[in-house]
């Protein structure tokens, strides 16, 4: 009786043994299941972090203002129509790197008419096709020169940048255009983009026309213009064409109406027109929410002919979104220069990164013949004295 209890004891023992060894083994390979899509020495606390927040970068500049030595060195650079890598290939990973890349397409691009300089602007299609290969994604194409070519030539370069897919805002070629509010979606990210031009030069389109100019007297149409693109969006980029030419200061009306866009539900507002940089700073809405402004970025690129001008800004910052609040919040927002150089009588125009230019290209530029103090010295002073410290890097 005793050898047969031992032995049924000894049974379960080995019984809980096996057990607690599946058990045991169950739960090490229910762990390997759990991990199974983990990268191998991934933190799994830094992927689930990553899963909570929608990432995107950006990179906007100001004026592509494309002036007559600008596009007769084109056409010198190639034997048939217009060539104008040699003036661009300087930014060509600065523009390709971010997610999302904004131009201000200053002059238009009318395939209906010659090309022209100042003051009736119209650019080789060429251009256009350079700015896409360099990597631009959106182009404001509201500015005081959308209708230096009419109506006509309007309706031209709104259907040149849709032949090419690309993402335009401020003009549209009736109200069925209009009513689809340039947008797309990256990293997850539904971004829509709202454009408009505080002047046309005193150019007016035909009364009859069906063609849009979004224009920044029209304050009622931007309110409702942003409220309908925070209810399929979730950032809204403004690009504001406006204020004073040649002058650093924001006027009166542009920080009036930036505080009205911020209010609409603008998160970043892109401003140019004045051809030199502006301030960049934050607005605080009443629900806590900021608004990212730069006032005016400057020119990308120019032949103009006075040392300010040659300065430009080049904007990078980048949006966090919480997936689970939708909140946007700013990153990494910094400002840096972009300066246009030439030599005697505007030859070799091309553009620089500021932090790759020197005292030595400085002293050989074309524009002391009107500003005798100009060097790299003077292109710091200009942007430490206009942009605050907070944005340079």
């Not at 661009?88 to 971010?98: D, R, V």
């Not at 509010?181 to 002047?199: C, D, L, Q, R």
Request: proline share 4%.
């Amino acid at each position: 009786m005793r050898k047969k209890m031992a032995i049924f004891i000894a049974v379960i023992l080995v019984l809980d043994v096996f057990a607690l060894g599946v058990i045991f083994f169950t739960r090490n390979t229910s762990n390997l299941n759990i991990n199974s899509n983990a990268v191998p020495g991934s933190d799994p606390a830094t992927t689930e972090q990553q899963e909570l927040f929608s990432r995107v970068s950006f990179v906007a500049v100001g004026d592509n203002l494309i002036h007559k030595p600008i596009y007769n060195q084109a056409a010198a650079r190639t034997a048939n129509g217009y060539d104008f890598a040699y003036a661009y290939e300087k930014f060509a990973e600065i523009i390709a790197e971010p997610d999302v890349a904004i131009l201000n397409q200053e002059t238009i691009i009318s395939q209906e008419h010659n090309v022209s300089s100042y003051p009736m602007f119209n650019s080789p299609v060429e251009l256009g096709e350079e700015m896409l290969d360099l990597g631009f994604d959106v182009f404001n194409i509201a500015t005081n020169h959308s209708i230096d070519c009419g109506e006509k030539g309007l309706i031209s370069a709104i259907n040149f940048w849709k032949s090419k897919e690309a993402i335009t805002s401020g003009a549209y070629l009736n109200q069925e255009d209009y009513s689809n509010i340039p947008m797309h979606e990256v990293n997850g990210v539904k971004i829509a983009y709202i454009s408009f031009t505080e002047s046309t030069n005193g150019l007016s389109l035909p009364e009859d026309t069906e063609v849009i100019l979004v224009r920044a007297s029209e304050e009622t149409r931007l309110q409702q213009r942003i409220a309908d693109a925070k209810e399929i969006a979730d950032l809204v980029v403004v690009s504001a064409h406006w204020g004073n030419e040649y002058t650093h200061e924001p006027t009166e009306a542009q920080r009036t109406l930036a505080q009205k866009l911020a209010s609409w539900g603008a998160d970043v507002i892109i401003g140019t027109h004045p051809h030199v940089i502006q301030p960049v700073e934050y607005i605080t809405n009443p629900d806590g929410s900021k608004t990212l402004v730069a006032y005016s970025l400057g020119n990308f690129i120019s032949a103009q002919d006075r040392g300010p001008r040659m300065l430009g800004g080049v904007l990078n910052f980048e949006i966090v979104i919480n997936n689970a609040t939708r909140e946007a919040s700013f990153e990494n927002v910094r400002f840096s220069g972009v300066v246009t150089h030439y030599g005697y009588s505007y030859s070799n125009l091309r553009i620089y990164p500021l932090a790759d230019y020197t005292e030595e290209l400085a002293s050989k530029h074309g524009v002391l013949d009107k500003t005798s103090d100009f060097s790299l010295q003077y292109l710091y002073d200009i942007m430490n004295k206009v942009i605050d410290k907070q944005f340079l890097q």
